[in-house]
């Protein structure tokens, strides 16, 4: 049996335009919170194969999406390079020492070694699909090597990035062997997490809008790249779907060999069409907060089936579902996606 999402990612024609959601194994499902509270925190969620699969499962059997996210973290990976990190209640992440010298990235694991102690990732992406339907796709997922920096530059989530953006400025030798470090691991990482059986891989940049347009490319575009570049010379059947946050200013400069463009809510669906439709599937990119209304969601999913009637897309929103969306609000979206786009 085929799955609508991949060949959805492919271009290929479907049934009906396959719909998923950012963060959708999350707070908001009251089953979540139940399996996050057996856990006792967050990270050991993330490390629990068992209970990572359950909580994975849970928004395709209570929602109906098309296809599942696997559940982790994006900062697992300077995780087992060698940071150590912690969730802080009122916080989030918090990195202990953070990245200062080249002495410490020389202390970080790399590649194959650092890659090799994600197991509990392929783990869980193994019991998965073991569960998953067969018709339903099994996503994975990485931070983009910039946002990742951004953590282990700053030690903690900031709205300035002001530290790492004085290394930008002050030393971007030190900023680009950061990056190329962190790259050559994720580039295993998700090697790896192609070989447990996902289907599709997402690269996540958060952050992508705190770099001004003329310096995007050189410290996040062309990183993600060549991630892309090393997944499709070794599988190329295995779509791959950029999501930069935030940056409708540099959608002309948008390149590269991978397969969907995540389309984020600050971006209008109709410039991202006229911009990149042609080379690319989009994906998105409800404004999540419409969730809080079923009329404001109808006018939205209306919206988008017109607007991309002849064009090739993936419904989401244009970021993550939030903790207080009630469930039927969420379960409305996704049946609503399905059933408008019934060709």
């Not at 990976?77 to 918090?94: A, C, Q, R, S």
């Not at 997922?141 to 951004?150: H, I, K, Q, R, V």
């Not at 992508?208 to 892309?228: G, L, Q």
């Not at 080379?279 to 089936?305: D, I």
Request: proline share 6%; aromatic share 10%.
């Amino acid at each position: 049996m085929g799955k609508i999402f991949v060949d959805a990612c492919l271009g290929k024609p479907t049934p009906y335009t396959p719909v998923w959601m950012m963060r959708q194994a999350g707070r908001y499902l009251p089953e979540y919170m139940e399996v996050r509270a057996k856990a006792g925190n967050f990270l050991n969620l993330c490390h629990d194969p068992e209970l990572a699969c359950e909580v994975t499962l849970q928004p395709v059997d209570r929602l109906g999406v098309d296809a599942a996210i696997l559940f982790s973290d994006i900062l697992v990976v300077p995780n087992e390079m060698g940071m150590k990190l912690d969730f802080v209640k009122g916080e989030g992440p918090v990195f202990e020492d953070p990245i200062t010298s080249q002495t410490d990235i020389d202390a970080l694991l790399g590649g194959e070694e650092a890659a090799n102690k994600l197991t509990y990732v392929y783990e869980t992406i193994k019991l998965i699909k073991e569960r998953l339907a067969e018709d339903k796709a099994l996503i994975g997922f990485t931070g983009a090597p910039w946002t990742l920096a951004t953590y282990m530059i700053e030690g903690q989530g900031t709205k300035t990035y002001n530290i790492c953006k004085k290394m930008m400025y002050s030393n971007p030798k030190l900023l680009h062997a950061i990056l190329s470090k962190v790259t050559q691991v994720v580039k295993l990482y998700m090697e790896k997490q192609i070989e447990a059986g996902i289907d599709v891989v997402q690269i996540f940049d958060s952050w992508a809008a705190a770099i001004e347009p003329s310096k995007y490319d050189e410290f996040s575009w062309k990183y993600m790249i060549e991630i892309a570049d090393y997944l499709k010379a070794k599988y190329p059947h295995i779509p791959i779907i950029m999501f930069p946050k935030g940056i409708p200013a540099f959608l002309d400069k948008v390149y590269g060999n991978f397969d969907v463009f995540g389309v984020d809510w600050s971006t209008p669906m109709a410039l991202a069409k006229e911009k990149l439709g042609k080379r690319y599937v989009l994906q998105g990119n409800m404004e999540p907060c419409r969730l809080y209304s079923k009329e404001a969601t109808k006018e939205c999913v209306e919206s988008l089936a017109s607007t991309m009637r002849d064009g090739r897309h993936i419904f989401n929103l244009g970021h993550g579902i939030l903790p207080d969306v009630p469930v039927e609000n969420a379960q409305y979206f996704v049946t609503l996606c399905q059933e408008v786009s019934k060709r």
